[in-house]
T-cell receptor, first 110, second 112 residues
Framework: GQQVQQSPASLVLQEGENAELQCNFSSTATRLQWFYQHPGGRLVSLFYNPSGTKHTGRLTSTTVTNERRSSLHISSSQTTDSGTYFC????????????FGKGTHLHVLP | EAAVTQSPRSKVAVTGGKVTLSCHQTNNHDYMYWYRQDTGHGLRLIHYSYVADSTEKGDIPDGYKASRPSQENFSLILELASLSQTAVYFCASLGEERNTLYFGAGTRLSVL
């Protein structure tokens, strides 16, 4: 079945620095999403991005489908960006079975 | 805005007891999911459903049952709760119009 690897597992930044989060997957994905989770909180969708590049505010998601990878770029990080970022994709045998990576824990220092 | 409501928000259960976690969505979505979250494991899929009266096994179904009595409701049942089932449980529904999962706030379950 589909495997999802996220890196780095954790990241500490000084406020104002940029961050690059990676998601690699083992098989072709037709649904790829990035989520943000505040510590102990609800997961919020950031992007649905199965291919190409999408922007929203200081966030940019780039997915290269044939290379089975996606990235989430955070520019000019803020302390409020702290939390966990997850990549989620569909299973290679069932497009509606959505599985998650283990996440990247981001901590932005003031 | 899509809405997914979970109940209870937290629960303490005794080992060997029965636990039912409930999820209700008002999104008119066909697909619903149950995940558990543990430190170091991210979210792992337990069960999911694409239509009322039908459920599918996810990656870690052992020890859990699911029930989808209607499009709006999806329950997760622990018939004999065990210590290892202490975790935070999330319910979600899938909106095909935007290909986005919408999550509930989670249920924190402690089995003692």
């Amino acid at each position: 079945g589909q495997q999802v690897q996220q890196s780095p597992a954790s990241l500490v930044l000084q406020e104002g620095e940029n961050a690059e989060l990676q998601c690699n997957f083992s098989s072709t994905a037709t649904r790829l999403q990035w989520f943000y989770q505040h510590p102990g909180g609800r997961l919020v969708s950031l992007f649905y991005n199965p291919s190409g590049t999408k922007h929203t505010g200081r966030l940019t998601s780039t997915t290269v489908t044939n290379e089975r990878r996606s990235s989430l770029h955070i520019s000019s990080s803020q302390t409020t960006d702290s939390g966990t970022y997850f990549c989620a994709i569909d299973d290679d045998t069932n497009a509606y079975k959505v599985i998650f990576g283990k996440g990247t824990h981001l901590h932005v220092l003031p | 805005e899509a809405a997914v409501t979970q109940s209870p928000r937290s629960k303490v259960a005794v080992t060997g007891g029965k636990v039912t976690l409930s999820c209700h969505q008002t999104n008119n979505h066909d697909y619903m999911y149950w995940y558990r979250q543990d430190t170091g494991h991210g979210l792992r899929l337990i069960h999911y459903s694409y239509v009322a009266d039908s459920t599918e096994k996810g990656d870690i179904p052992d020890g859990y049952k699911a029930s989808r009595p209607s499009q709006e409701n999806f329950s997760l049942i622990l018939e004999l709760a065990s210590l290892s089932q202490t975790a935070v449980y999330f319910c979600a529904s899938l909106g095909e119009e935007r290909n986005t999962l919408y999550f509930g706030a989670g249920t924190r379950l402690s089995v003692l």
